[in-house]
């Protein structure tokens, strides 16, 4: 076996014990938004897992979702940002009860020139989590 195929063994052995953390915090937190996507990113303070939920959806339905998922979470922290004129994009980071870095996320679909929250002009602006309560609190409304 060559210095190649053990790094990539190795590799192969992290990416599987990360999927099956993600598998199993599903299995534990039932009830939870299934992912469309899950994707891994290497990041200098350890690995981070983006969980992406389905989108195009009003805003109040996908705050309820995040809010779901950041139940489950420890060091939570959310954040937003306009990807379009019409579109928010709401991100929950926290970390699974194995310490796993996570980010769960997904996109709302806006009414034109509707801006729910000030600024979120990048991926980094950090918002309080009430907007998620509010937002999830009134089924149907957009803002």
């Known amino acids: 076996m060559t210095k ?12 599987v014990d990360i999927l099956d953390s993600v598998r199993e915090h599903l299995t534990v ?5 299934v992912p469309v996507q899950v994707s891994l990113a290497p990041k200098t303070l350890g690995t981070v897992v983006a969980i ?18 950041a139940d489950t979470l420890t060091d939570v922290t959310v954040r937003a940002w306009y990807a379009s004129p ?5 991100y929950v980071f926290g970390r699974l009860t194995d310490g796993l870095m996570i980010q769960v996320w997904g996109g709302a679909d806006l009414a034109d020139g509707v801006r729910p929250v ?3 002009q990048s991926w980094r602006d950090e918002i ?13 409304v957009a803002a």
């Open 29 to 33: 937190f039932t009830g939870l938004a």
């Open 86 to 90: 019409t579109s928010l994009h709401v």
């Open 128 to 140: 309080d989590r009430s907007f998620l309560r509010r937002w999830a609190a009134v089924p149907g």
């Open 52 to 69: 992406q939920l389905s989108g195009g959806g009003e805003l109040g339905r996908l705050a309820g979702l995040l809010l779901d998922w």
């Open 4 to 15: 190649a195929d053990v790094m990539n063994e190795t590799a192969l052995g992290g990416l």
């Open 118 to 120: 000030r600024g979120c």
